[in-house]
């Protein structure tokens, strides 16, 4: 795992995929809307254009035809005037655990009682696949995250989301983190619900990425960068390819016997994972790349 030599990019900074829209509010007051990163820091209302809801744009046959269509002679504002909303409306947030190899080694360490389950579980051939948020915790890029009072050892887990639709297609995938109480799941795996699901616990944004080709998506690399009182305090990255599971793997494992009528967005696992030295504090400010995607930045509270 290698650190950065530079800062990552500005949080408003759209990726290299075909097609990034979002969920958004103008600064000078409305009801959320959704875009479209356009040019020259600017975006695209696809509200104005006739998009009734994002999860209406992802339903449809082709959404990032759809946005190529549309968002040419759509109305424009520049990303300065708006604000990022998080890109879900009624979905569920559920996850993936022990997806790298790294991140089963770091679970491993963190426990002695539950080692073993962890070890399984990587070689398994069902995942780990938990529910971690409501659609109404989500933040969005720009507001805290939270770290539990009750815990000792609070770190973030950056993650790449595959968006789902009501159909359970994979239509695209955006930046999330999947906050984590450690020392609180270490103790008991039976605990997991508490150290996973809890006020400010989910981060995602700031936008989907209409990329549906794995290939392409794998190529991509995750970074993170956590700043305290001005200093990069932990940095790191992985490449995407290094997710054991095949997405649609991971979404078929997560559709069975379920039922999803607004769609779902699932993180696939961490493989970037600060070790025991190291815990989030209050006024921290996390930052997660993707290349295809842009940053996730957002500052730490105690909840």
Sequence with gaps: MASHSSPLPSPLTPGTA?????RFVPKAGGHPRVGAASAHDRIADLT????ESLACLLDGNDPAAAVAALAPTAPTLALADVVLLEPVEMQEVWAAGVTYLRSKTARMEESDFSASAYDRVYDADRPEIFFKS???KV??????VGIRADATWNVPE??????LNTRGTIVGCAIGNDMSSRDIEGENLLYLPQAKTYDRSCALGPWV?????????????IGIDIERGGTSVFSGHTRIDQIKRRFDELAAWLLRSQRFPHGVILLTGTG???DESFTLRAGDVVRIA???IGVLENPVVTV
């Design 209 to 221: 990425a209409l990329e549906t080709d794995e290939a392409t998506i794998r190529s991509w690399t």
């Design 139 to 144: 933040v969005a890029t720009g507001d805290p």
């Design 134 to 136: 409501l659609a109404e």
């Design 290 to 292: 993707v290349d295809g």
């Design 158 to 163: 950056p993650e790449l989301a595959l968006v």
């Design 272 to 274: 970037v994972v600060p």
């Design 18 to 22: 075909r097609a990034l829209v979002c």
């Design 48 to 51: 104005a254009a006739g998009v």
